[in-house]
């Protein structure tokens, strides 16, 4: 019966331990140097590739039935435009519809209800930015008297980022190495390294306006230049 008890024992200490060592805290990174702390960024640079446009039709009558009408038709006639200048459905994307009663103000006098305004809007998206003037003068010809745009943007800044990141890394470690210097140390490992935020993403270019004017190739003309992406790093490294 002892030896029994005994193997009892020995068993339930042994299912003891792993629990318990489980239940220990992970001891804190030690350094026998000096901690230095850097914020870094790294930017690159990519030519934009993708344009996006919005695009409208504001219409008004007498009744609210009419104005939608009107509007249907034109977008119909726009989106047609859109399709025959090359754009896929997929990049045809309604925005906004709206309907709104419109009034008459006089002074002393209730407001008077002068008919109904209706608004369509599509977002549009294309890669030949160089078609930009061609799409532009498509839109107006059908009507489309409300037209923002272009915002140009990189379609896939993944890989852009990542070679960001790099950069910000190299700058940090040449930014340490500048701190040690002076000091009489120098770097001997990176002790941790954490992303400050979302990394950065182009900034859109300000929208221009074009509300029922034509369009010509002298408007038109989109220059699609560069957009800067960057990355902030915050480097912890240890000095000896």
């Known amino acids: 019966m002892t030896r029994i008890l005994s193997t009892a024992a020995a068993l339930a200490l042994g299912l003891a331990l792993p629990a318990a060592a489980a239940a220990q805290p992970v001891a804190a990174q030690t350094i026998s140097g000096t901690r230095l702390d850097v914020v870094a960024v790294g930017e690159v640079t990519r030519v934009p590739d993708v344009a996006r446009i919005s695009a ?4 008004q009558a007498q009744s609210a039935t009419e104005a939608i009408r009107l509007n249907a038709a034109r977008m119909n006639a726009v989106r047609e435009a859109l399709r025959r200048a090359g754009i896929a459905d997929r990049d045809i994307q309604t925005s906004t519809i709206s309907l709104q009663p419109e009034y008459r103000y006089a002074e002393n006098q209730p407001p008077a209800l002068t008919g109904y305004r209706a608004a369509n809007e599509v ?26 745009g272009p915002m140009l943007e990189i379609d896939r800044p993944e890989a852009a980022l990542d070679e960001a990141r790099v950069a910000a890394l190299a700058n940090a470690r040449a930014r340490a190495e500048l701190y040690a210097r002076p000091l009489g140390m120098r770097v001997k490992r990176i002790l941790s390294v954490s992303e400050a935020g979302v990394p950065s993403m182009p900034h859109p270019r300000p929208m221009a306006e074009m509300r029922g004017r034509a369009a010509s190739a002298d408007v038109a003309q989109i220059d699609p ?10 480097v912890s490294f240890e000095l000896e």
């Not at 160089?130 to 037209?147: F, P």
């Not at 230049?225 to 915050?234: H, N």
């Open 123 to 148: 977002g549009i998206r294309f890669r030949d930015i160089a078609q930009t003037g061609r799409i532009l003068d498509a839109l107006v010809a059908q009507g489309a008297n409300q037209i923002n």
């Open 225 to 234: 230049g560069e957009q800067r992406l960057s990355v902030m790093l915050t």
């Open 56 to 59: 409208g039709v504001i219409t």
